[in-house]
């Protein structure tokens, strides 16, 4: 069974920073496109940040562009999201998933960003 475990959340004031991680394990990681997306209170899952295998190639959602850094360990199978100048509409549970859609994901960790 593929395991995403997602960690680092934690609650932070407004231009905060945070870096989450997710340990994956029982898969190729080192060959597997890894994802990052969110899911705001009563809102659909959002993704926010991908990456290639190799860290070749790397994109971000207009939404956490120039905030969010995406990252990746193959040595260590683990996948970070380094947060910066949080906003309060960056609190969400963030997920570390294998598709853009967020449906094969971890159990999330929690940010919450308030004064």
């Known amino acids: 069974e593929v395991r995403l475990e997602e960690s680092g959340g934690a609650s932070v004031p407004p231009g905060g920073s945070l870096r989450l991680s997710c340990a994956a394990g029982?898969?190729?990681?080192?060959?597997?496109?890894m994802y990052w997306v969110r899911q705001a209170p009563g809102k659909a899952i959002e993704w926010i940040a991908a990456i290639s295998h190799g860290s070749e190639k790397i994109t971000y959602a207009d939404s956490v562009k120039g905030r969010f850094t995406i990252s990746r360990d193959d040595y260590a199978n683990k996948l970070y999201l380094q947060l910066s100048s949080l906003e309060t509409s960056d609190t969400a549970i963030y997920y570390c998933?294998?598709?853009?859609?967020?449906?094969?994901r971890g159990q999330g960790t929690q940010v919450t960003v308030s004064a």
């Open positions: 029982n898969f190729a990681f080192s060959n597997t496109h």
């Open positions: 998933a294998l598709d853009k859609a967020g449906q094969r």
